[in-house]
């Protein structure tokens, strides 16, 4: 069970989110929930600057992505390797897992 306050903003409002972020109490957690693939679709790389600009203000940020279908249940050949480099070159890595065909990935700042 999570206690607390549920947020709702658009991520590319980068100032807002911080802001947001900024007024919480600790620990701070960051849930960035099959989020990846949407952002890159619509400004390449801004998952990494998201990351980068918040990971100081957070305890922990959590990302998720899909691995298989949701109808048929068939595995992504998409590895997503450029995301999951990028954070175990620039954060400590937690927990990593998989579960009903979603991967998760639990980090803070080194």
């Known amino acids: 069970m999570i206690s607390g ?10 100032n807002k989110v911080k802001k947001i ?7 701070r957690i960051v849930f960035l929930f099959k989020t990846i693939d949407s952002l890159e ?10 990351i980068l600009e918040t990971s100081d203000l957070a305890d922990k940020i959590i990302v998720s992505f899909a691995t298989e279908s949701m109808i048929r249940r068939k595995k ?8 999951i480099d ?5 954060f ?3 927990d990593d897992f998989e579960i ?8 803070n700042i080194k």
């Open 100 to 107: 009903n065909g979603e991967r998760y990935i639990v980090f």
């Open 41 to 50: 679709m619509l400004k390449k790389d801004y998952s990494k600057q998201l």
């Open 21 to 27: 972020i900024k007024k919480q109490k600790k620990p």
């Open 5 to 14: 306050k549920a947020y709702h903003a658009i991520l590319f409002e980068l």
């Open 92 to 94: 400590n890595i937690t």
């Open 86 to 90: 990028f954070i175990k070159d620039n």
């Open 76 to 83: 992504f050949f998409v590895k997503r390797n450029w995301i």
